[in-house]
């Protein structure tokens, strides 16, 4: 199975999620209280100072984004596992992966920061290994005001070495922020938790760290 038609999957069966357990249409947009918390496992601590690779991605507005490029300046990157879609069910044992449940609202802290991010001089993105039109319905639902890029083919992932996990048979990124600056990664935010108060953290590392 191609991963364009595993995905389609996943959109249609709700990501084998279990039938028994309906969530309700708000779900998605809030953090359960009883999240367990991640740790930092060491898989990030080679980034920092790390060159960005000339790797094109397509975004969600239809654009083959350079990486290399957009690094010059200072941008942004929340990576995260993946997007549910409102109405169906969370999948059996996903609220149980640290740092695994709370896309949909940090998507929605970022689009809530972006004009403080901008005011910083920041350009912002999201990155997931979702496809491009999977992508598309979540930023359209969300009114996200950037661009979401997609390596559904892990070659930005794999050239950077970036973490990530197995559920259900499928690779998925773990959650992690970059900052790019003059071509290189500046920050790296990892463990990311609480997801939906990250890009209050991002703003405010951003604010201590001016670019002149």
């Not at 367990?36 to 397509?58: F, N, S």
């Not at 661009?147 to 050239?159: G, H, I, P, R």
């Amino acid at each position: 199975m191609t991963r364009r038609s595993l995905f389609a999957f996943f959109a249609a069966s709700g990501f084998a999620a279990q039938r028994d357990s309906p969530v309700k249409k708000d779900d998605l947009y809030k953090i359960p209280a009883d999240l367990p918390v991640p740790v930092d496992d060491g898989a990030c601590k080679h980034l920092p100072g790390m060159k960005v690779p000339a790797i094109t991605l397509v975004s969600t507005a239809h654009r083959r984004v350079n990486m290399e490029e957009i690094a010059r300046e200072r941008t942004v990157i929340y990576c995260y596992p993946r997007t549910g879609i409102p109405g169906q069910e969370v999948p059996k044992g996903w609220n149980e992966i640290p740092g695994a449940r709370g896309c949909t609202p940090e998507s929605c802290s970022f689009r809530d920061h972006y004009k403080q991010l901008r005011e910083l001089r920041a350009q912002v993105f999201g990155l997931s290994t979702q496809t491009t039109e999977y992508q598309q319905e979540m930023v359209a639902r969300l009114h996200l005001p950037f661009e979401v890029l997609s390596d559904a083919e892990f070659v930005f992932t794999n050239a950077l070495r970036l973490p990530t996990f197995q559920f259900d048979g499928v690779r998925l990124l773990k959650r992690l922020t970059l900052v790019f600056s003059e071509g290189k990664i500046e920050k790296v935010f990892y463990p990311v938790f609480p997801p939906d108060k990250h890009a209050e953290a991002v703003v405010a590392w951003l604010t201590k760290h001016p670019q002149h």
